[in-house]
T-cell receptor
């Protein structure tokens, strides 16, 4: 079975500081994509960053970067220079094919304190 | 560019009444389409997905049904709503071929069954 585990239900960070959100997953597939989605209070799901499993280089998107450890099946999200607008629920997810289903974790609620 | 619309944005319905939620995608052809439900503060539950007109796969046995009458239209229905149908319903699409396997989400519909 394919699973995603986000073991921290909530985290808090001071504005301008750095925070890391953890995610582990389990799959027997060799090629897959990993994603982090953000869901702010408006509840619109927004794609933050993606990582293809066969690429060793960690993906980065402005203040967002990942630490992808394929052997450990770990995919953490680092948010640098945290901003108040980063307050949201964050979901880790992965997909094993174009016509396959996204498997989501349960999410983590991140609060950025002013 | 591609956009995804959902309506209505908010809905309050009595128990036992029918339901119809609509999702449409613009700017792409033959997308994969998905319906998710999210209970308050919880993760996403995949309800239905479709890889083409008239092709619907159900993930969870329940009081709901889905239809895809046109290529870019996906409808979620119920003949008689239950209290447990309350939640936030998200529609998503992904490219059937190419792309990087991510899903793009609509703004969602907040359904309250009283």
């Amino acid at each position: 079975a394919q699973t995603v585990t986000q073991s921290q239900p909530e985290m808090s960070v001071q504005e301008a500081e750095t925070v890391t959100l953890s995610c582990t997953y389990d799959t027997s597939e060799n090629n897959y994509y990993l994603f982090w989605y953000k869901q702010p209070p408006s509840r619109q799901m927004i794609l933050v960053i993606r990582q293809e499993a066969y690429k060793q280089q960690n993906a980065t998107e402005n203040r967002f970067s990942v630490n992808f450890q394929k052997a450990a099946k770990s995919f953490s999200l680092k948010i640098s220079d945290s901003q108040l607008g980063d307050t949201a629920m964050y979901f880790c997810a992965f997909n094993t094919g174009a016509n396959s289903k996204l498997t989501f974790g349960k999410g983590i609620t991140l609060s950025v304190r002013p | 560019s591609q956009t995804i619309h959902q309506w209505p944005a908010t809905l309050v319905q009595p128990v036992g009444s029918p339901l119809s939620l609509e999702c449409t995608v613009e700017g792409t052809s033959n997308p994969n389409l998905y319906w998710y439900r999210q209970a308050a503060g919880r993760g996403l539950q995949l309800l239905f997905y479709s890889v083409g007109i008239g092709q619907i796969s159900s993930e969870v046995p329940q009081n709901l049904s889905a239809s895809r009458p046109q290529d870019r239209q996906f409808i979620l229905s119920s003949k008689k709503l239950l209290l447990s149908d309350s939640g936030f319903y998200l529609c998503a699409w992904s490219p059937a071929a190419g792309g990087q396997w991510e899903q793009f989400f609509g703004p969602g519909t907040r359904l309250t069954v009283l």
